[in-house]
């Protein structure tokens, strides 16, 4: 008589499976979350303001150099006389954001009032097509101490 040993069933550990999968999602989470807040692609300082307004994760930045040499918009460095595309681009995309200008407090003012002109043009483009443009523009700004 011969006596038959049971053979065990090999088992695959998954918990080192969900540790990755886990670490994985964390960190797709927080990438998505710092992709939303990208500082300017260059050093502005803004000016002062008496109040400053909480703004929300939806919106289209344009950043302006001290020398106004550089423009970027959404933290993408663009030469001056491609920027508008790239703001009629976002505005197709969606409309209702807060499309935000922050220009050095040190930016020779006409290089601002070519950027408001600029989007003035675009605006009305987009008006003659019967297109939504962005209704909410305002100024970055730093909070005074």
């Not at 038959?4 to 994985?24: G, H, S, W, Y």
């Not at 407090?105 to 009032?113: A, E, F, S, T």
Request: with cysteine.
């Amino acid at each position: 008589m011969s006596i038959r040993k049971e053979r065990q069933m090999a088992r695959i550990n998954i918990t080192p499976l969900c540790d990755v999968a886990f670490t994985v999602l964390i960190t797709l989470m927080i990438a998505t979350a710092v992709i939303h807040l990208k500082p300017p692609p260059f050093q502005v300082f803004l000016p002062l303001a008496k109040t400053v307004e909480p703004r929300g994760a939806e919106m289209v930045t344009i950043d302006i150099d001290e020398e106004g040499r550089n423009i970027a918009v959404q933290g993408h460095i663009v030469s001056w006389g491609n920027y508008i595309y790239y703001v009629k681009e976002e505005a197709e995309r969606d409309p209702t954001r807060l499309l935000l200008i922050r220009a050095d407090k040190d930016v020779p003012h006409g290089i601002v009032l070519r950027v408001l002109d600029d989007l003035k043009k675009l605006s009305s483009e987009f008006a003659q097509e019967e297109k939504e443009f962005f209704y909410k523009v305002a100024f970055g700004t730093r909070k005074k101490e």
